[in-house]
């Protein structure tokens, strides 16, 4: 599958952004699906992830209740909301799919995932 990542940008403190991720070229609906983001200067890190059915998400602990991630198997296409947003939320954000025949897979480690997006730059302003 291929991945497509949009939605980045300059913003201010405390703003929300939504990023959304397109994917193409197989069935959406067999993956696992994550978004990652990479801090300059660090390595690349899990921010959330979600079942190919939807029915369950989960994040690193830093993030919850800040971040959500969605997912519409009609239009292919995951999404991360991101509220109230600091300037260390800074980074580069990317999507990833993992295939899984199991309905409540979910991976969470970078080796785990099999295809990304280009990522997109998020800056926060303080």
């Known amino acids: 599958v291929q991945l497509q990542a949009s939605g980045g940008g300059l913003v201010q403190a405390g703003d929300s952004l939504r990023l959304s991720c397109a994917a193409s070229g197989r069935s959406f609906s067999g993956y696992v699906m994550g978004w990652f983001r990479q801090i300059p200067g660090k390595e690349r890190e899990f921010v959330a992830g979600i079942t190919w059915s939807g029915g369950r998400t989960y994040y690193a602990d830093s993030l919850k209740g800040r971040f959500t991630i969605s997912r519409d198997n009609v239009k292919n296409t995951v999404y991360l909301q991101m509220n109230s947003l600091k300037p260390e939320d800074t980074a580069v954000y990317y999507c990833?799919?993992?295939?899984?025949?199991?309905?409540?897979?979910?991976?969470?480690?970078?080796?785990?995932?099999?295809?990304w997006g280009q990522g997109t730059q998020v800056t926060v302003s303080s």
């Open positions: 990833a799919a993992r295939p899984t025949a199991y309905l409540w897979s979910t991976y969470s480690k970078e080796s785990d995932f099999e295809s």
